[in-house]
């Protein structure tokens, strides 16, 4: 019943598979009809329900093709996240990806198999339940990972520092880190650098940079630790 020369063709198909089709897919055992959650039953996955479940029919589908049907599923899909995403290499598209600002993180959409997956559902579909990419920073971080590797948190903290070092003036990072230690208060309040079209104050750049709960912008403690982060432990911050 499932298009294919392979298992590797078939897992494919299944995977791919629209909501219709799963409704309306059946067999025939013995004159008796057997929709999907009757032949998962059957198959020793008895209270699976694959039509309305994703991770059921994907269960289903492992028993029936193998571990492969969920590998391909997963590279279907970051192939086609690869395909949305500008740059020639990974690490290119790490970087765009990183600095996707919340609208495009919003409207962002892939189809696989005619059903349309937001960025939610793909972090689902790759092992991440429970990611919210679209609202939160570092679930978005989080799938960049998954999708891209590590390399996408790395690329996304240099780039992030760059853009710090041009907003201080000075030459070396030494000169730069004097000027950070004598920043003002006005100064730490109104100091923000913008990638991806999103404006980041201090305290989301700290949080950025792996150092989630600092508040560089009252705490000088806070303030010096991020200065350290960002241009080197010099003379100025002891």
């Known amino acids: 019943k499932v298009e294919g020369e392979t298992d590797e063709e078939m897992a494919l198909n299944w995977i791919g598979m629209i909501t219709e089709a799963k409704k309306s897919f059946e067999i025939k055992i013995g004159g008796k009809n057997m929709k999907l959650g009757a032949i998962a039953g059957e198959l ?4 699976l329900h694959p039509t309305s479940n994703p991770d059921d029919f994907k269960r289903l589908g492992i028993v029936l ?4 049907a969920i590998e391909l599923y997963k590279e279907r899909i970051i192939e086609a996240v690869k395909a949305k995403v500008e740059g020639e290499t990974d690490e290119e598209m790490a970087l765009n990806w990183i600095g996707m600002i919340t609208e495009a993180k919003k409207s962002f959409e892939i189809k696989i198999g005619g059903k349309k997956m937001k960025i939610g559902a793909i972090a689902g579909a790759l092992g991440e339940v429970g990611l919210r990419p679209a609202s939160n920073p570092d679930d978005f971080k989080r799938l960049g990972i998954v999708l891209f590797g590590e390399k996408a948190i790395e690329l996304y903290k240099e780039r992030i520092i760059e853009a710090v070092k041009a907003k ?4 070396t990072d030494v000169e730069k880190a004097f ?6 208060k006005v100064e730490k309040n109104a100091f923000e650098i913008k990638i991806g079209g999103k404006n980041m104050k201090l305290g989301a750049i700290a949080g950025a940079l792996g150092e989630a709960g600092l508040n560089p912008t009252s705490n000088s403690a806070d303030f010096k630790r991020l200065g350290i982060k960002i241009f080197g432990d010099h003379d100025c911050f002891n």
Request: proline fraction near 0%; avoid cysteine.
């Open 179 to 184: 000027v950070w230690v004598g920043m003002t």
């Open 168 to 171: 201080v003036e000075g030459e």
């Open 44 to 47: 020793g996955e008895a209270g």
């Open 65 to 68: 093709f193998g571990e492969k």
